[in-house]
């Protein structure tokens, strides 16, 4: 029987051992076993700090849990820098276990399991970076062309690192870029035109030698996200059901190119009537978007359901609860789905 819904996480999560953070991963196996990132075991698996890490000119301190620019050193080094990615020096962008434990842990172990379990990687997306990564004078680095152009390349050069070192376990590997702040572009004052922003969130997802996925955040019109170089879309229906059901038919098109999409239902709360109404309000999309012309049968095979947001900072048994519920929520709302479509046929 065809999966019609998988589970899947995004990758931060609140454990503070790897140890602790894989034994709950294994508990609850998924088509894509995410590499756990790990804030609470170091301020360096923060998304930003490990996304800036290896920037030039980037200064991490622990101590004040602070991550800026040296806006004079970076600028002095943009020109190998360009000269690194035009070459492909991808080595230049590589994280060790002290940044990302989690990476290097899921290697092994996916080495055990059948071959189509994968692996997914994720990385913070240039304008989400951009926007918070500041200089010492506190200026977003999306305030400067010159410096967020660095930034992109820099970027490109860690995705294409990190989705090689994990397709070396000769596994499917979906690399999603995350893009929490994406609604940073309806801003009014941005310094970078709005299509250059667009353009460099394309050009860090070609820069993918596997699946591409992208998680936007925000209350985002889809329609221009469904444009991208992307394979699976990934979207909060929790708190942004109507813009899915606005983007109907780009989405329609983006299912029949292939693409598949991932959607942020599960809150990030426990109890016992938590799965019920995800379910109730997942269906309410599935079945907004069959009236928008989008039937279940399109969905089969095509939908992953996710918590509506990472992990990283909420309580271990709260964070282990919303993983158990979203694999009971897939398995679920999977058997309702083939039954809809059985019935119509």
């Not at 994280?95 to 092994?108: K, Q």
Request: hydrophobic share 50%; net charge negative.
């Amino acid at each position: 029987m065809t999966v019609a819904v998988a589970p899947l996480l995004y990758g931060a999560l609140p454990h503070a051992t790897l140890d602790a953070a894989m034994a709950m991963l294994q508990r609850s196996p998924m088509p894509y076993m995410v590499w756990p990132q790990l804030p609470q075991r170091s301020f360096r698996e923060r998304s930003v700090v490990q996304a800036a890490w290896g920037f030039p000119g980037v200064v991490v301190d622990e101590r004040q849990r602070r991550v800026f620019v040296q806006r004079a050193v970076s600028a002095a080094a943009l020109p190998q820098l360009a000269l690194d990615f035009l070459q492909k020096r991808d080595n230049r962008a590589a994280l060790t276990p002290a940044e990302a434990a989690g990476l290097f842990a899921i290697l092994p172990w996916l080495g055990h399991q059948s071959t189509t379990v994968g692996s997914k990687g994720q990385l913070l997306g240039p304008i989400s970076l951009a926007a918070q990564l500041t200089d010492e004078a506190q200026i977003p680095l999306i305030a400067d062309a010159v410096l967020f152009e660095g930034l992109v390349q820099h970027l490109c050069q860690r995705a294409r690192w990190q989705a090689e070192l994990l397709a070396r376990a000769q596994r499917p590997v979906l690399m999603c870029i995350d893009e929490p702040f994406l609604d940073v572009l309806t801003s009014p004052f941005l310094s970078i035109d709005r299509d250059e922003l667009w353009l460099a969130l394309a050009r860090v997802l070609d820069a993918l030698p596997c699946q591409r996925a992208l998680a936007v955040g925000g209350d985002v019109a889809l329609a221009a996200v469904l444009e991208l170089p992307i394979d699976v879309a990934i979207v909060n229906s929790w708190d942004h059901a109507q813009r899915i059901i606005e983007a109907a038919p780009q989405l329609r098109e983006f299912l029949q190119r292939g693409g598949k999409v991932g959607l942020g239902c599960v809150p990030l709360q426990g109890g016992d009537d938590v799965l019920a109404l995800a379910q109730h309000k997942l269906m309410q999309v599935i079945d907004q978007l069959g009236v928008a012309g989008i039937p279940a049968q399109d969905l089969i095979g095509r939908l992953f359901v996710m918590p509506v947001a990472s992990l990283g900072q909420i309580d271990i048994a709260v964070a282990e609860s919303v993983v158990t519920t979203t694999c009971r929520l897939a398995d679920m709302v999977s058997r309702q789905l083939q039954t809809l479509v059985a019935v119509k046929e």
